[in-house]
């Protein structure tokens, strides 16, 4: 079996009574794509926001490349090689395309900004590297022509993709990915599909939620199923669409075509 980078461990989130994710253990394998589906309301949004700091979880465990991440904050977790997006992007809408995908180009971990905004000795390398790689992040994604151009005045296709550019920037090791084939059309949707592969070609683990299940079927290695905040089951494509607990739960017909 391939070597887990992302262990999650007993995990809970609860809102007073409200057990948003519930006591959930699974793997999350090195190099691969892995989908995490379910129902809406089925706790995949608070799993991914837990696991990648932005929320705090009420117990249990996140394990990245063998280090505790549980009780770390975004950043730093982003510094430790874990990158997001989300399901509208969060990006700075009055800083061009170029300077968004900046920002995360100074969150990898060997970047120093005090150093930079110190002018100290290194400085110079880091900035170079980072124009570098950014400039060749915005040619292999298409978004050179609109480099430019305020984030803010993007079609909503494009700002996915931006989003998607400045979470490589970081050079991250595992990029998770919070339902971006939404409010896309579908030439934008298989244009996704190739940019996941493509990502995941490059070595890097993906976690994907996501709801458009040829998109899953199409990229997952691996698929994770939640319901009410419960792990209900893991297992290869082929397998969640014959498993009948998953059909009862969520996939219904679509696990007939």
Request: aromatic share 4%.
């Amino acid at each position: 079996m391939t070597e887990a980078i992302l262990q999650i461990k007993g995990l809970g989130r609860h809102y007073g009574g409200v057990r948003a994710v519930d006591d959930v253990t699974c793997l999350v394998q090195r190099g691969i794509v892995t989908a995490l589906i379910g129902p809406n309301g089925a706790g995949k949004s608070t799993l991914l926001n837990v696991a990648s700091g932005v929320t705090p979880a009420s117990f249990g465990k996140v394990v990245f490349n063998g280090e505790v991440m549980t009780g770390k904050r975004s950043d730093q977790v982003c510094k430790a090689g874990i990158a997001r997006t989300f399901q509208t992007p969060q990006l700075f809408p009055n800083l061009t395309v170029r300077e968004n995908v900046l920002v995360g180009a100074t969150r990898r971990g060997h970047v120093s900004l005090t150093r930079i905004a110190l002018a100290l000795p290194g400085a110079r390398r880091d900035l170079r590297e980072i124009d570098v790689d950014t400039d060749a992040l915005l040619g292999e994604l298409g978004l050179a022509p609109i480099a430019e151009k305020l984030v803010g005045k993007l079609p909503f296709g494009q700002q996915r993709i931006v989003e998607i550019a400045r979470g490589l920037a970081s050079r991250p090791e595992l990029f998770m990915m919070d339902e971006p084939a939404s409010g896309l059309s579908r030439a934008e949707v298989e244009g996704f599909r190739d940019l996941i592969l493509k990502i995941a070609g490059r070595g890097i683990s993906v976690l994907l939620v996501e709801h458009n299940m040829q998109l899953v079927m199409s990229t997952a290695d691996q698929i994770l199923v939640l319901d009410k905040g419960k792990l209900l089951a893991s297992g290869t494509p082929g397998e969640i669409r014959a498993s009948e607990a998953v059909k009862s739960a969520y996939l219904g017909s679509y696990a007939e075509h």
